[in-house]
Every structure is written in structure tokens, then in C-alpha cells.
């Protein structure tokens, strides 16, 4: 079994210029995956209320929730880093909820870190209240999907000269604040070039080129998932398409009689069997059996 992974061993994966892996989980199946597949982060993101809930978007996931599917993936990990998205609502009434809800995903869940979404002056001191309680902080900006209404919907950020500068801003910031990890999503490889020189926590992309690593959605980029990908999504397999044709084709085995056969049962030999009779024979015609 490969060695535990570590705030020091990812720092230390940036300084030797070693590419940090990350993928989502969000129950036992999918973190077993990520695990023998040794990727070096696996996040619990709020995008499970997508993916995996049916909800229409991240806002709609409940702390309790996610603490289910935390759970799950830390079950399924015994390796790789784990860090668990703090769902919307559950940070924005104070730093004291912030820390709390914190606390809870690493009593609970057994999160290694929990990762916390934009760069406002309210944000950074939530940033500020976790870390200093001794809770690692993995740091989003670019697009934040909890707050994208906010934000003109799910779209790419720093394509203006007003969101290019206020990304600037808020990726310096959380590093000052505290965070330990950085993941900028959606926003053009050659601005998060002017600033990653000036960073020096570990920074994870998502359509925000090369980075330190990478982080795709598990459903994303093995197919699994629905409909028109987002533009950063390369698909790595179409489990999805498999999935679908191998329901179907148990479906009609059942329908045409070729499932079960007589391979897929169990053999009774003769004294169960004449017991079983002897049972029947011994009933009485009543409809209770005692």
C-alpha cells in the first residue's frame, strides 16, 4: 500500500513539479476507484448534489447530505488526500457556523481538509476562522459554482478586465488567508499564468490549464453522465453507454426466459427435498402455516 498523501507530500509535489492528480467521489464504489487508481487528491464536491442527488444545482445539498457521502468516500480511501466541499449555507452566516461546520467534516467524515468557494472579504475570513482552528482549507475561485448566479450563471471567469483583476485579488488573498491548496476553475490558462508565479500553495486547475494538477468530475470523464459536457471535460471511457446496454441486455434475458439458467441456482439434494413435501403434505388445508 502506497504511503499516506499529505499537505507536505502535495507541497512537495509542487516544488518538484510532480502533476497532482484529482478526481470526485461520492460513495464507496467511486472512492474505491479513485483509490486503486492512486490519485493523489479525491474531493467530495458539492457537485454530488448534481450528479448523484438530481438536484439542478450545487446550492440544493444539505450539510447532512454530504456528510453521508463523505463518509462513504472515506471508507473507500485509505491513501489519497480527502477534501470535502462545505455545501452553500453552511459557512455564510458567520465564521463561528464556518468552523463548526468544519469541525463536523472532520469528526464526522474524517475529511482531511474542507474546501471553501470565492474570495470576498466575508470568504476570506471564513478562510481565515477554519484555518486557524487547525483545519486544512482548499481555497476555489474563478467560476464558484455555489455563487454562479451571482457570477452570470456557469460561465468562464476572467475574460474581462474587471474579472481577470478581481480573480488576481481573490487568488492572492486566500493564499494569504490561510488556505493550504488552491482550485481555480474556468478561467483562461494565460491570466492564471500572470498569478501563478505568486502563488506558493499547491494550485489545481479545472479549465484553467496546466497548474500544479488537475481535477475532473469521476462521472464527467469515465462517460458516465448525461448530455453535453462542460468545454474543460475530456472523456476518458463511455461507462455510461455500457451501463445502459448491459441493463438492457439483462432485460432481455429475464423477458425472453434465457436468465436465470440453470447455472445461476442452487442444488437440494433428496432428504430436503422429501422434507419439503412431507411439509406440504402435512398441512392441515388452513392458510397459516403453525
Known sequence: MRKKVTLRRLAEMKAGR????????????????AERAEVDVVLVGDSGAQVVLGHDSTVAVTVDEMLVLAGAVRRGVQSAFVVCDLPFGSTEISDEQAVATAMRFVKEAGADAVKIEGGG????????????????????????????VALGGLRAQ???????????REALAVQDAGAALLVIEAVPAEVVDVVLPEIGIPVIGIG????????????????????????????????GDDMVEGVQAYAREVRGGAFPAPEHGYSANEEALAAARAELEARDGSSTAW
Open 208 to 239: 484553467a490549464g496546466r497548474a500544479d494538477g488537475q481535477v475532473l468530475v469521476l462521472h464527467d470523464l469515465l462517460g458516465i453522465t448525461e448530455g453535453k459536457a462542460a468545454t474543460f471535460v475530456k472523456r476518458y471511457a463511455r461507462i
Open 18 to 33: 510532480e502533476p497532482i492528480v484529482m478526481v470526485t467521489a461520492y460513495d464507496f464504489p467511486t472512492a474505491r476507484v
Open 158 to 168: 476572467g475574460r474581462t478586465a474587471d474579472s481577470a483583476a478581481r480573480f488576481v
Open 121 to 148: 472579504r466575508a470568504r476570506l475570513s471564513r478562510v481565515r476562522a477554519i484555518a486557524d482552528a487547525g483545519i486544512p482549507v482548499v481555497a476555489h475561485v474563478g467560476l464558484t459554482p455555489q455563487t454562479a
